[in-house]
C-alpha cells in the first residue's frame, strides 16, 4: 500500500485542476439546477416531490455522470497516450493500489460534488427535507456512482483522445438526456420513455427520486446499476486483453 | 567481465505478426558499465529494452535481469528508466510530479538532488505540462531517478532536448556511471555512444552485428585515412599507384588517401621527393564504422530477399 496515500493525493488535486471540473461538474449543473428551478418554481410539484429537490437529484446525478464517466475516462485515455500507464507499470506502486487511489479519490470529490449541490440548494432555493433524506440521496448519489466510473474505464481504452473525449461528450449527455435527467421521461414519446427506464443514468436518477418520496426504489435500480457497471468492466477487460495479445 | 551479468538475452526472438524485430538477439550486459545500444530506425533497440523492464514479452527466448525474470517487484525497486514518448502527468506541478514517484519507492533520492538533476529547480513550482520540450525529457530523467536505482534505461534519452539540456544530461549520467551504477542507453547519435558509453553493441534488423569498446569499433574499421601537404603535388594516379592505396583525391594543397596500410604509406610518403608535411593519419569516425555495418547488414538482407 506505500504510494497509496501520494497516489490518493495526487489524483484529487489532478481532478480538481482539471479546467473541465469546475466547468462541467461544478458550474453547469448548477447553472442548470438554477435555470430549471426558477422557470418551473422550486415548489412547483412533480409527483409527490417538489421541483427544488427532484432537479437536485437529477443535476447532482448529472454531474456525476459528467464527472465519473467523462472526465475520468477521458483522462485515462490520455494516461494511456501519454505513456504514463506504461511508465507506472516499471515501479513499484501494486496496479491494486493505483486503481484504488483512483476509485476512492474520485469518490471523495464526487462526495464534494454532492455537498456544494445539496448546500446551493438548502441556501439558495429554500429545499427542505428530513435529514435523513437528505443523507440517504446523498449515498445513495455517492454509491450510485461508481458503475459510471466503470463506463469511465471502457470510455478510456479508446487510444484516441479526440475520439475519446467525442464519445464521453456524446455518451454522458445522451444517457442524461434520454433516461429523464434533464426532463422528466414522462415528457417523453412512449418508445423513448420506455427505452430511457432500461438506462443505466434513469436507474441513478430514479433511485434518488424515490428516496425522496419517501417511497424507496432501491434494489431494482442498484441491480440494474450493478449490471451495467460489470458489463463495462468485462466489455473493457475483453478490449484490453486482446489489445495485450495482438 | 566482473561477476553475473546484469542483463541478459537469450537467443530472444520478438515477433509482430511476420516481422521480427528481434531475431535471435543474444546479449549479455556487465554490471556497473555503460552500454550503448546502436542502431537503425526499426532495428529492434525499443524492443530490447521493452523486454527487459517487462512491458513486452518474448516470442521465444529467455530475458534475465539479476538471475530474475523481468517485471519482478524487488527488480523494480532498483531499475529506472526513461522511455521514449512519455508526458507528465497532466495536473501536477514538477515538484509534485517528483514526489508522486518518489513515494513508489523504498529509498528514493532526495528531491533537491532530483531538481538539480533535472535543472528544474527554478521551476519546480510550474505545471509540469507547461514545460517545455527539452525540460519535460529532463523531468522525466529525474523521474526515472526517483528511486536511486542501480539500473538506468535511457530509451533514445537526448531526442527532444536542447544542446545545454544534452550536454548537462551526459554529465549526469557520466557521474551515474562512476558511482557505480549500470546504465543501458539506445541512441544514433552515435558521438554521444562514443564518448559515454564502455559498450557499443551495434544491433540491426533484430540481430547484434557488432559488440566492443568504441576504440575497437573504430579499429575493426579497416579502412584509415590520411591526408598530407605536399610542395610538389603529384597527380591523382600517381597516388593511387601508391600501394594499398584505395582511393586518392587532390584539394588544394592538400592531398587525402584511403588505406589500409598506414604505415607502409608513411615510409613512401616520407621518402618520397614531394616535399611532404603535415601528415594527419585519421581513424575512421565511429559514424562511418556504423553505417558500413548497418548498411552490410541491410544489403544481405535485401539479397535474401531477392
Given at each position: 500500500?506505500r504510494?497509496?496515500k501520494a497516489q490518493?493525493t495526487a489524483?484529487c488535486i489532478?481532478?480538481?485542476?482539471?479546467?473541465?471540473?469546475?466547468?462541467?461538474?461544478?458550474?453547469?449543473?448548477?447553472?442548470?439546477?438554477?435555470?430549471?428551478?426558477m422557470?418551473?418554481?422550486?415548489?412547483?410539484k412533480?409527483?409527490?416531490?417538489?421541483?427544488g429537490?427532484?432537479?437536485?437529484m437529477?443535476?447532482?446525478?448529472?454531474s456525476?455522470?459528467?464527472?465519473?464517466?467523462g472526465?475520468f475516462?477521458?483522462r485515462?485515455?490520455?494516461?494511456?497516450?501519454d505513456?504514463?500507464?506504461?511508465?507506472?507499470?516499471l515501479?513499484p506502486?501494486s496496479?491494486?493500489?493505483w486503481?484504488?487511489?483512483?476509485?476512492?479519490?474520485?469518490l471523495?470529490?464526487h462526495?464534494?460534488i454532492?455537498?456544494?449541490?445539496?448546500?446551493?440548494?438548502?441556501l439558495?432555493?429554500?429545499?427542505e427535507?428530513p435529514?435523513?433524506?437528505?443523507?440517504?440521496c446523498?449515498?445513495?448519489?455517492?454509491?450510485?456512482?461508481?458503475?459510471?466510473?466503470?463506463?469511465g474505464?471502457?470510455?478510456?481504452t479508446i487510444?484516441?483522445?479526440?475520439i475519446?473525449?467525442?464519445?464521453s461528450?456524446?455518451?454522458?449527455m445522451?444517457?442524461?438526456v434520454?433516461g429523464?435527467?434533464?426532463m422528466?421521461?414522462?415528457?417523453?414519446?412512449g418508445?423513448?420513455?420506455k427505452a430511457g427506464?432500461?438506462?443505466?443514468?434513469?436507474?441513478?436518477?430514479?433511485?434518488?427520486?424515490?428516496?425522496?418520496?419517501?417511497?424507496?426504489?432501491?434494489?431494482?435500480?442498484?441491480?440494474?446499476?450493478?449490471s451495467?457497471g460489470?458489463?463495462?468492466?468485462?466489455l473493457s477487460?475483453?478490449i484490453?486483453?486482446?489489445?495485450?495479445?495482438g | 567481465?566482473?561477476?553475473?551479468p546484469?542483463v541478459q538475452?537469450?537467443?530472444i526472438?520478438?515477433?509482430?505478426?511476420?516481422?521480427?524485430?528481434?531475431?535471435g538477439?543474444d546479449?549479455a550486459?556487465?554490471?556497473?558499465?555503460?552500454?550503448?545500444l546502436?542502431?537503425p530506425?526499426g532495428?529492434?533497440k525499443t524492443?530490447?529494452?521493452?523486454l527487459m523492464?517487462?512491458?513486452?514479452?518474448p516470442?521465444s527466448g529467455e530475458v534475465?535481469v539479476d538471475?530474475?525474470?523481468?517485471?519482478?517487484?524487488?527488480?523494480?525497486?532498483?531499475?529506472?528508466a526513461m522511455?521514449q514518448?512519455?508526458?507528465?502527468?497532466d495536473?501536477?506541478?514538477?515538484r509534485?510530479?517528483?514526489?508522486?514517484?518518489?513515494?513508489?519507492y523504498?529509498?528514493p533520492l532526495?528531491?533537491d538532488?532530483l531538481?538539480?538533476?533535472?535543472?528544474l529547480d527554478?521551476?519546480k513550482?510550474?505545471?509540469?505540462?507547461?514545460?517545455?520540450?527539452?525540460?519535460?525529457?529532463?523531468?522525466?530523467?529525474?523521474?526515472?531517478?526517483?528511486?536511486?536505482?542501480?539500473?538506468?534505461?535511457?530509451d533514445e534519452p537526448t531526442?527532444?532536448m536542447?544542446?545545454e539540456?544534452?550536454?548537462?544530461f551526459?554529465?549526469?549520467?557520466r557521474?551515474l556511471?562512476?558511482?557505480g551504477r549500470t546504465i543501458l542507453l539506445t541512441?544514433?547519435?552515435?558521438?554521444?555512444?562514443?564518448?559515454?558509453?564502455?559498450?557499443?553493441v551495434?544491433?540491426?534488423?533484430g540481430?547484434?552485428?557488432?559488440?566492443?569498446?568504441?576504440d575497437?569499433?573504430?579499429a575493426s574499421?579497416?579502412?584509415?585515412s590520411?591526408?598530407f601537404?605536399a610542395?610538389?603535388m603529384p597527380?591523382?594516379?600517381?597516388?593511387?599507384a601508391?600501394p594499398?592505396v584505395?582511393e586518392a583525391r587532390?584539394?588544394g594543397?592538400f592531398?587525402?588517401?584511403?588505406?589500409?596500410?598506414?604505415?607502409?604509406?608513411?615510409?613512401?610518403?616520407?621518402?618520397?621527393?614531394w616535399?611532404?608535411s603535415?601528415l594527419q593519419?585519421?581513424?575512421?569516425?565511429?559514424?562511418?564504422?556504423f553505417?558500413?555495418l548497418?548498411?552490410?547488414?541491410?544489403?544481405?538482407?535485401?539479397?535474401?530477399?531477392?
Amino acid at each position: 500500500m506505500r504510494g497509496f496515500k501520494a497516489q490518493f493525493t495526487a489524483e484529487c488535486i489532478r481532478i480538481a485542476r482539471s479546467p473541465f471540473f469546475m466547468l462541467f461538474s461544478v458550474l453547469m449543473p448548477l447553472a442548470f439546477y438554477s435555470l430549471f428551478t426558477m422557470l418551473n418554481g422550486a415548489d412547483a410539484k412533480i409527483g409527490d416531490v417538489s421541483w427544488g429537490g427532484y432537479s437536485l437529484m437529477s443535476m447532482t446525478a448529472f454531474s456525476l455522470i459528467g464527472t465519473a464517466a467523462g472526465q475520468f475516462g477521458i483522462r485515462l485515455s490520455h494516461e494511456r497516450k501519454d505513456g504514463l500507464t506504461r511508465l507506472l507499470r516499471l515501479t513499484p506502486l501494486s496496479t491494486g493500489a493505483w486503481v484504488l487511489a483512483k476509485l476512492v479519490s474520485h469518490l471523495l470529490i464526487h462526495a464534494a460534488i454532492i455537498a456544494v449541490m445539496f448546500v446551493f440548494s438548502a441556501l439558495v432555493f429554500g429545499t427542505e427535507m428530513p435529514a435523513g433524506t437528505w443523507v440517504m440521496c446523498g449515498l445513495w448519489l455517492l454509491i450510485g456512482s461508481v458503475p459510471f466510473l466503470a463506463l469511465g474505464i471502457l470510455i478510456g481504452t479508446i487510444k484516441s483522445t479526440d475520439i475519446a473525449t467525442a464519445v464521453s461528450n456524446v455518451v454522458y449527455m445522451g444517457i442524461s438526456v434520454a433516461g429523464g435527467l434533464w426532463m422528466p421521461l414522462s415528457s417523453f414519446p412512449g418508445w423513448m420513455q420506455k427505452a430511457g427506464e432500461w438506462l443505466p443514468s434513469h436507474a441513478y436518477a430514479d433511485g434518488a427520486w424515490s428516496l425522496l418520496e419517501g417511497q424507496p426504489a432501491i434494489a431494482g435500480n442498484l441491480l440494474l446499476l450493478l449490471s451495467y457497471g460489470i458489463g463495462f468492466l468485462m466489455l473493457s477487460a475483453w478490449i484490453l486483453n486482446g489489445r495485450e495479445a495482438g | 567481465m566482473t561477476g553475473a551479468p546484469a542483463v541478459q538475452f537469450r537467443n530472444i526472438v520478438k515477433a509482430y505478426g511476420a516481422k521480427r524485430a528481434l531475431d535471435g538477439l543474444d546479449l549479455a550486459l556487465e554490471k556497473g558499465k555503460v552500454t550503448a545500444l546502436l542502431g537503425p530506425n526499426g532495428a529492434g533497440k525499443t524492443t530490447a529494452v521493452s523486454l527487459m523492464l517487462h512491458l513486452t514479452k518474448p516470442t521465444s527466448g529467455e530475458v534475465t535481469v539479476d538471475g530474475l525474470a523481468p517485471g519482478r517487484k524487488e527488480l523494480k525497486e532498483r531499475i529506472g528508466a526513461m522511455l521514449q514518448d512519455t508526458a507528465a502527468p497532466d495536473g501536477l506541478t514538477v515538484r509534485e510530479t517528483l514526489q508522486l514517484f518518489r513515494s513508489y519507492y523504498r529509498n528514493p533520492l532526495a528531491l533537491d538532488r532530483l531538481l538539480q538533476i533535472a535543472g528544474l529547480d527554478k521551476e519546480k513550482n510550474r505545471r509540469a505540462a507547461s514545460l517545455s520540450g527539452g525540460q519535460k525529457r529532463r523531468l522525466a530523467f529525474a523521474v526515472a531517478l526517483a528511486g536511486d536505482p542501480d539500473m538506468i534505461v535511457l530509451d533514445e534519452p537526448t531526442v527532444g532536448m536542447d544542446v545545454e539540456s544534452r550536454s548537462r544530461f551526459w554529465e549526469v549520467v557520466r557521474a551515474l556511471a562512476s558511482s557505480g551504477r549500470t546504465i543501458l542507453l539506445t541512441t544514433h547519435y552515435l558521438e554521444e555512444a562514443d564518448a559515454v558509453a564502455d559498450r557499443i553493441v551495434v544491433i540491426a534488423q533484430g540481430r547484434l552485428v557488432a559488440d566492443g569498446t568504441p576504440d575497437e569499433l573504430k579499429a575493426s574499421m579497416p579502412m584509415r585515412s590520411l591526408s598530407f601537404k605536399a610542395r610538389r603535388m603529384p597527380a591523382e594516379q600517381e597516388l593511387l599507384a601508391l600501394p594499398g592505396v584505395q582511393e586518392a583525391r587532390v584539394s588544394g594543397a592538400f592531398a587525402h588517401l584511403k588505406t589500409k596500410d598506414t604505415d607502409a604509406l608513411l615510409g613512401l610518403l616520407l621518402g618520397s621527393d614531394w616535399g611532404v608535411s603535415d601528415l594527419q593519419i585519421q581513424s575512421a569516425s565511429l559514424e562511418s564504422v556504423f553505417r558500413q555495418l548497418t548498411e552490410t547488414n541491410n544489403g544481405k538482407e535485401k539479397e535474401s530477399d531477392q
